[in-house]
């Protein structure tokens, strides 16, 4: 079993509509939780973080959060062709020492 | 405010040969990380130093090495490549202590191993 593990796609989804992506984690210890983006040919870009169960929203992004269920979402709405990326998920067990582990990603396809 | 520079961008060795990758943290950051990431895999932690020391390790052979400069600077060394260590190296800096464990990322060095 992977670490963190997300459907690979691409999820392909039409302008203005929401994507949504999802991603399972297998440590319980983890607490912290983070999106990434990543376009082609490009480092990883930092989208969101979330440490408390529930919703976090910011702009047209939101991440949801169960630790109950190991589970952690992104949202994204009003979905624009620039959306159109890789999009990682990413744990750790929260300290600044710790290592991120991250998922092998999810192919954001926006079609207009 | 600077953020997570790498370099070179690009490089090109021969199986048997070693490497040396360097990065600079964001301004106000300390610690290092390294990840390696395969095309169409997410990054792989290498290793992460703190203090000039390695701090904590992936699962990557002793080939892969690396130090932390007193101003927090780094290099990520690779001895005897493999066709396999072709990747994408990327940098991730951050604050020991500070309010969250939040990475940033370099915009990495894409090593080619022919």
């Known amino acids: 079993q992977k670490e963190v593990e997300q459907n690979s796609g691409p999820l392909s989804v039409p302008e203005g509509a929401i994507a949504s992506l999802n991603c399972t984690y297998s440590?319980?210890?983890?607490?912290?939780f983070f999106w990434y983006r990543q376009y082609s040919g490009k480092s990883p870009e930092l989208i969101m973080f979330i440490y408390s169960n529930g919703d976090k929203e910011d702009g047209r992004f939101t991440a949801q959060l169960n630790k109950a269920s190991q589970y952690v979402s992104l949202l994204i709405r009003d979905s624009q062709p620039s959306d159109s990326a890789t999009y990682l998920c990413a744990v750790s067990r929260g300290s600044s020492a710790s290592k991120i582990i991250f998922g092998s990603g999810t192919r954001l396809s926006i079609r207009p | 405010d600077a953020g997570v520079t790498q370099s070179p961008t690009h490089l090109i060795k021969t199986r048997g040969q070693q490497v040396t990758l360097r990065c600079s943290p964001k301004s106000g950051h300390d610690t290092v990380s390294w990840y390696q990431q395969a095309l169409g895999q997410g990054p792989q932690f290498i290793f992460q130093?703190?203090?000039?020391?390695?701090?904590q390790r992936g699962n990557f052979p002793d080939r892969f090495s690396g130090h932390q400069f007193p101003n927090y600077s780094s290099e990520l060394n690779v001895n005897a490549l493999l066709l396999g260590d072709s990747a994408l190296y990327l940098c991730?800096?951050?604050?020991?202590?500070?309010?969250?464990?939040?990475?940033?990322f370099g915009p990495g060095t894409r090593l080619t191993v022919l």
């Open positions: 440590d319980r210890g983890s607490q912290s």
């Open positions: 130093y703190y203090e000039e020391e390695e701090r």
């Open positions: 991730a800096s951050s604050l020991d202590g500070g309010a969250t464990d939040t990475q940033y």
